[in-house]
């Protein structure tokens, strides 16, 4: 028998299927859509393993629902703006578009050997001017909206990238790329408003029946909602008020100091009023260079330094000291904090710390509470409030709404809703990014780039030069121009954007995307999208996935597309990890998919790494299971070739009723599987199942390797085996298929229904046990009622054995199960 080369028929169909266009997809409205979409890559030259299993996962889905009968839309595409490029080009002396596109062009190559039904036709490409062309003219569409705007803010700076980062970038500190220290400077810099939608995002969690429920807890907490009081406190050695921000309006009466940041726009005024300002600048400089997780974090040290300047509690007129301190930030609330020692533990250790005063205000209701008896703040949000004027007696509930009617009514507070999310930073001091369409004119100010001039490419002629400023305000070619609105001479924006803004929209660029008169047209866009099934890295959970919500709610809002959330379903596939750590070339314990597919084919790759784990948990890399898999295949390769005769003289059409009994077992088996796997693949994503069930019937079908195999039940097997194994092993199964029916290519076959008769049996196994006791097993008619099961049991001669001279209490019956004798005696 000819033995199975993955290599040759591998490049074979590849040719094929490209040469055809196969996967070439177009809207048909008269067809169920079904659009699947992995998480597109940042094109670094080579594919890992987690890239194998992202695309495998996604593979399986396109392929399967298209033998459903659905229409499916699969694309590729590259998130190809970025630093590596940027990095690359200063250290290798190469352009970034040259070292970008080369590596493009062998991803896509590794891609196709992978056999991957991507169409290719609608590959996007964020750095090409075709797509960053309608980046800008979203930009200038949120500008037009209110959510673009600049302003002097403290920022991210990451030194060793020499870019400011977005707070979602920032990870323990450090920077989410490079994983350097990130410091903060001040710099005027673009944001976009993402907190005008802050409400929405966390509403909207609700609608997302198909996200694991992790991913939206994550945004959940990101966003940050929280109900509160906001309220003033006036300050006369510096003649202003001071804005405070509280959840707990209850413990009013219970200040003692308030907590500033060390960002606070008051900090310079209390400098010239305080003796002590050079030790407050100090602390400051120190508090500003410490990272937000470890300002933030409930292990670190409370520091604090007391400005001598005071301010007045606007509930009882008392004096309140300000503090500068470590732990308040400034762009959570207002910047100031109320400092309640005795009902807050952190409060209760900073006042301990600096012999702050403490006044309790709540009382829990079985015992009363003495400072002189504290060691801890009382945290407990129940209780009657005390100290609280007349307020006091009142429960906390009833106490926090009188208290903020109060606020309310004399006109030095209000009711406010406040989120931990910020705006989304998105200026880059980068070049490879796409530019920010604004020209600044001296008698014009800001003014968008004319939507008939984008877009605004990159310059050639940059320095790259790390600083403050983007390589791109080293180009004079690029950044001197003329105002369009009065004709001036300008200069343009020389930030670029994070390249988070690109994968906010891709999803949507892939419904239309050679169209050059609109990002894409809203019938084509609202056809496919939103995406059916998205695929990706949890990692990915607050960045990109939040972004690209964002996105979509303001184009929706801009009656751009019809609907609202991007993202219909979500999987998080889990990393691949080799000797119990994450695939990393500084670990030495890459596995690389090109070497794999060399040795055993694209087929064998995909069916281990779907094969060896669930899907969203890790997956240890194994190379006896790649081994594995790759016999497997061979097995099914010969057994079908073994059967060619039988499958190709065998009917569609056959008598069932002649089967033998070792074939109606067989054939129970195949449409078992086929139930088993169906179920598998469309309700749970459980693909390590599905390929074992596949497994099991192989193994089932070898039984029958030297015995005689009706022809039509040897049609049957080989082509629902064929049907089910193809999304997983595409090569392969197109193979096997072409040789054994001949008729099209398996992949546009229709998906393999089970049929219910096949799946009864005729008879059960029965366990018969005594007093509990195992004691033997019976077969019976898979329809034996209790009473045939009695008496088959009572009949069997080890139970007559064993239960001579006993007496019998009761017979229990399990129906297609057990019979349980309880004997005494």
């Known amino acids: 028998m000819e033995r199975y080369n993955p290599q040759e028929i591998e490049k074979k169909w590849q040719k094929k299927w490209e040469e055809e266009q196969v996967y070439k997809t177009e809207a048909d409205p008269a067809r169920p859509k079904y659009y699947a979409l992995e998480m597109f890559p940042y094109p670094s030259g080579n594919l890992h393993m987690g890239h194998v299993r992202n695309y495998s996962i996604g593979d399986v889905m396109a392929r399967y629902k298209t033998m459903e009968g659905y229409n499916v839309l699969h694309p590729m595409g590259f998130d190809s703006f970025g630093m590596p490029a940027e990095n690359a080009a200063i250290k290798h002396g190469v352009k970034p578009a040259d070292w970008t596109y080369s590596n493009i062009e062998n991803m896509e190559r590794q891609q196709k050997e992978m056999g991957l039904s991507y169409d290719w036709e609608r590959e996007v490409k964020t750095c090409d001017p075709s797509y960053y062309k309608w980046t800008q003219w979203l930009f200038e569409l949120f500008y037009k ?3 673009a705007y600049k302003k002097k803010a403290s920022v991210n700076w990451c030194d060793t990238c020499g870019t400011v980062l977005a707070n979602e970038q920032v990870i323990d500190g450090k920077c989410w790329r490079c994983d350097s220290p990130v410091e903060k400077k001040d710099l005027s810099q673009w944001f976009l408003k993402i907190t005008d939608y802050a409400d929405v995002l966390l509403k909207d969690l609700d609608k997302l029946k198909g996200w694991p429920e992790r991913v939206k807890t994550m945004q959940e907490n990101w966003i940050g909602r929280s109900e509160g009081l906001e309220f003033s406190l006036d300050c006369p050695a510096l003649g202003t008020k001071i804005a ?30 305080s003796g002590k300002a050079e030790e407050i600048r ?17 292990e670190s040290e409370k520091e604090g330094i007391n400005t001598g300047i005071v301010c007045v509690n ?35 250790m900073f006042a301990t710390k600096y012999g702050i005063p403490k006044i309790i ?27 609280s004027a007349e307020f006091t007696g009142l429960d906390i509930k009833a106490a926090m709404q009188g208290i903020m009617d109060k606020a309310e009514k004399e006109g030095f507070g209000k009711r406010r809703v406040n989120f931990r999310l910020r705006d989304w930073l998105i200026s880059r001091q980068r070049y490879w990014g796409a530019p920010i369409p604004v020209i600044n004119c001296p008698h014009c100010g800001e003014v968008l780039v004319p939507e008939e ?36 001479d300008a200069t343009r924006e020389t930030d670029t954007m994070d390249t988070f803004i690109c994968s906010s929209w891709y999803y949507l660029r892939y419904t239309d995307p050679k169209n050059d008169r609109e990002p894409f047209a809203k019938d ?45 379903n979500l999987l998080t596939q889990g990393m691949v990890l080799k000797d119990g750590s994450k695939m990393s070339k500084s670990k030495g314990n890459v596995v690389s998919p090109e070497e794999i597919i060399a040795k055993y084919g694209a087929d064998t790759a995909r069916l281990f790494i779907l094969f060896a784990a669930p899907v969203d948990r890790d997956l240890e890399w194994s190379d006896q299971g790649v081994e594995g898999a790759y016999r497997f295949l061979g ?67 070898y039984t029958f390797q030297d015995k005689e195999l009706n022809a039509g039940l040897a049609r049957e097997t080989a082509r629902d085996l064929l049907l089910m194994l193809a999304p997983f092993a595409p090569h392969i199964t197109e193979e096997l298929w072409s040789r054994l029916f001949a008729a099209g290519s398996v992949h546009q076959q229709k998906w393999p229904s089970y049929d219910e008769e096949a799946l009864k049996v005729d008879e059960v196994e029965i366990v018969l046990q005594i007093n509990g006791k195992v004691r033997g097993r019976i077969m019976l008619p898979a329809g034996a009622d209790r009473a045939a099961m009695e008496q088959a049991a009572k009949e069997n001669a080890r139970v007559q054995e064993l239960t001579a001279g006993k007496t019998i209490v009761k017979v229990i019956c399990v129906p297609k199960k057990l019979v349980n004798i309880v004997v005494k005696g």
């Open 453 to 488: 001039d984008l877009p605004v490419l990159l310059p050639d002629d940059v320095s790259f030069e790390q600083g403050s400023l983007s390589p791109l305000a080293s180009s004079e070619r690029f950044v001197h121009c003329k105002c369009p609105k009065c004709g001036a």
């Open 635 to 701: 097995r099914v390769w010969r057994i079908l070739l073994h059967f060619e005769q039988a499958v190709k003289t065998g009917g569609d059409a056959y008598d069932v009723s002649a089967l033998t009994k070792e074939e109606k077992d067989l054939r129970r088996v195949l449409h078992t599987t086929i139930k088993k796997v169906t179920e598998d693949i469309r309700d749970r994503f459980m693909f390590n199942t599905a390929v074992s069930s596949v497994m099991e019937l192989v193994n089932a079908i």
């Open 145 to 147: 909206r209110g959510l």
């Open 361 to 387: 205000t709540l009382q829990p209701r079985d015992h009363e509470l003495k400072l002189e008896e504290m060691t801890e703040a009382y945290t407990d949000k129940d209780g009657v409030l005390v100290n």
């Open 314 to 348: 606007p509930f009882n007129g008392k004096e309140v000291q300000i503090w500068i301190t470590n732990y308040v930030l400034a762009d959570y609330g207002t910047g100031a904090v109320i400092g309640v020692p005795s009902e807050d533990s952190r409060d209760w």
């Open 244 to 273: 405070a921000y509280t959840t707990r309006p209850d413990t009013v009466y219970g200040i003692t100091f308030l907590a500033l940041a060390a960002e606070h726009p008051l900090v310079d005024a209390i400098c010239e009023k």
């Open 282 to 298: 100090a602390f400051v400089k120190r508090v500003r260079n410490t990272s937000e997780m470890e300002r933030t974090s409930s």
């Open 524 to 568: 084509k866009v609202n056809y496919w999208a939103p995406v059916d099934q998205y695929i990706g890295g949890i990692e990915h959970a607050i960045l990109h996935l939040l972004y690209s919500r964002f996105f979509t709610k303001v184009l929706h809002d801009a009656g751009l597309v019809d609907f609202d959330e991007p993202f219909t």
